[in-house]
RNA sequence: GGCGCAUUCGUCUAGCGGCCUAGGACACUGCCCUCUCAAGGCAGAGACCACCGGUUCGAAUCCGGUAUGCGCUACCA
């Protein structure tokens, strides 16, 4: 394996970026990085239909905050690399080249069969209990007859002779599958009637035209792959090799689909998931170290990336899982690094008015220590915190008066307390962190001479002050909020478990 | 239906013939720490290695079969 290491992601931009299509990109450059190949993009929408541009801007979008953009191929900002284009929307006179050159061979020819020929068809053989399979049926009209019923202007979809024998695939990560060319269908449809060229033959084609050395992917592709090394055959190039990668699964251990488990980065990278969890977690869906790490950075996933401890049984997604790790990576980010990530998440909260305002950096910076070993989610910071950004609490009057307390209590507590606080808190200081705070030591003896537990004297105090029962450290919450709106939120509280 | 692939704790996995009375991690339970929630520490529970045969002195590891699951089977990708 000396030779230059080439391997490609093929994304159709039919729908948005799929975590699947996100781990198979993944597993693609980490091999190029372990070899000191080229990662290349291709977009692969030849399906007109239901190809769009938007769909493929979010692809391109989601590969780049990945860290997997193209060494070569497509890009957002266009395209790199002079093997291209790397769309294959681009490449139609290169396919039709390519279907020029089999039909040259004898390898294909025109089938006038319509769709409602082969639908007729194949509900005919399912009824028998036959595998479906073309009947090739067109294969045996004479190249005389087929130039005249073209030239009389009926339409004909160009097929590729599949050869009898048995394919054999010598997979890097399932060793060798034999499959016999017999249950492939029949005689594969490469151009349609239109003109235009289907998956199997694009695929083929651009593989061998952008010197693709490595095809990794998808299991759901193996039993397909007969068709692939045929064709590569009949064109005359060297096969890559290939990799067939385990599938992810729902909870249902079905492949995993939109209906049934969340499959969009976006969406992913909304809820405050980190690059670093992703692909840490994206990585270890599939393959594994071999050791007991499991904290890993993508340079160290390079340096130890291999195929041969690929799994090759499925994996079921278990985002409790992606929590951890996002919950690992945020604690190993530094203070400025974490400020860059949690910022977004203010912004786009006091913009959809989930907050009042938003955070200042220093704000946020001030709050980093307090939430940190706090949040599963970036996103979790913000509700975290939001009482530190809103004017008026809405308290919960359930939540107000402690467990172990009653009313009467809790009004004498936080009477008793006001004052202490008023001394101590001034307006908008940083918090005292690991400090001890002498307000803190003020209310204990408070409880203590009161005949009260600290811990329900601080709980009554602090869903007062926040109008949460979990919060950061109290009194560092106390201080970040300020004097004024502390007793106001205290008076409030007062006068609410008074009126009940 | 046909073809293909797969099968170790609930989940992700280690394991490549003796080190396995199967290891780690997530989740779970308990304890510790503690102003809440977390984080962290410690401990525990959890897998007759799908099943049945075979090979071998010895099998989770090799072979065969069975079962189950999944994937593919388009003029989708």
């Known amino acids: ?3 230059v290491v080439r391997v490609r992601i093929a994304p159709s931009p039919t729908g948005p970026f799929h975590i699947g299509t996100a781990r198979t990109a993944l597993f693609n450059l980490l091999f190029a990085r372990r070899h000191g190949g080229t990662y290349i993009v291709r977009v692969e929408d030849t399906d007109t239909a239901r190809s769009n541009k938007e ?13 997997l953009g193209a060494d070569e191929g497509v890009v957002a900002e266009g395209e790199r690399g002079d093997r291209g284009p790397y769309r294959q929307s681009e490449r139609s006179e290169r396919y039709t080249a390519v279907a020029n050159e089999l039909r ?3 390898l294909t020819y025109p089938c006038f069969c319509t769709p409602g020929d082969l639908d007729a068809e194949r509900k005919a053989r399912e009824a028998a209990k036959l595998p479906p399979r073309y009947s090739g049926r067109c294969a045996a009209i004479s190249a005389d007859a087929s130039a005249a019923r073209i030239a009389a202007g009926e ?3 160009l097929r590729f002779r599949i050869k009898p024998g048995v394919v054999v695939i010598d997979d890097l990560v399932r060793g060798r599958v034999e499959i016999d060319s017999d249950a492939l269908g029949g005689d594969l449809v490469i151009l349609r009637a239109d003109g235009t060229p289907l998956y199997h033959f694009t695929v083929v084609v651009d593989d061998a035209d952008m010197g693709i050395t490595h095809v990794i992917r998808g299991e759901d592709h193996l039993s397909n792959t007969p068709k692939h090394i045929l064709l590569f055959e009949a064109l005359g190039v060297p096969l890559p090799k290939f990799a067939h990668l385990p599938l992810i699964l729902n909870p249902d251990r079905t492949k995993m689909s939109k209906r049934k488990s969340q499959t969009a980065l976006v969406d992913y990278r909304a809820e405050g998931f980190l690059v670093e969890a992703l692909v840490n977690f994206l990585a270890l869906l599939g393959w594994s170290t071999g050791s007991e790490d499991e904290v890993l950075s993508i340079d160290e996933l390079q340096e130890r990336f291999n195929l041969e401890h690929v799994q090759k049984a499925g994996a079921v997604f278990d985002r409790t899982r992606l929590e951890w790790l996002n919950g690992q990576w945020i604690r190993r980010l530094n203070n400025e690094e974490l400020l860059v990530r949690l910022r977004p998440f203010y912004e786009s909260a006091a913009a959809d008015g989930t907050l009042q305002r938003a955070a200042t950096d220093a704000e946020i910076v001030a709050l980093i220590p307090l939430i940190r070993d706090r949040i599963p989610l970036l996103s979790s910071a913000v509700t975290l915190t939001d009482f530190l950004f809103a004017t008026a609490l809405e308290h919960d009057r359930a939540a107000l008066v402690p467990k172990r307390w009653d009313a009467a209590t809790t009004l004498q507590a936080l009477a008793a307390a006001r004052p202490l606080i008023a001394e101590a808190v001034g307006e908008g200081e940083q918090p005292l962190l690991d400090a001890e705070d002498p307000l803190e030591v003020q209310l204990r003896a408070l409880a203590e001479s009161s005949g009260w537990k600290s811990g329900d004297l601080f709980m009554a105090l602090r869903v007062a002050v926040t109008g949460r ?5 109290l009194f560092d919450s106390m201080r970040l909020l300020g004097r004024t709106r502390v007793l106001a939120h205290l008076d409030a509280a007062a006068a609410l478990v008074s009126g009940s």
Do not use: N, V
């Open 469 to 473: 029962t979990a919060t950061p450290p």
């Open 1 to 3: 394996m000396s030779d």
């Open 55 to 67: 769909f493929e801007a979010d692809i391109l979008a989601g590969l780049a905050w990945l860290g």
């Open 155 to 157: 339409s004909a979809a």
């Open 104 to 106: 040259a061979k004898g």
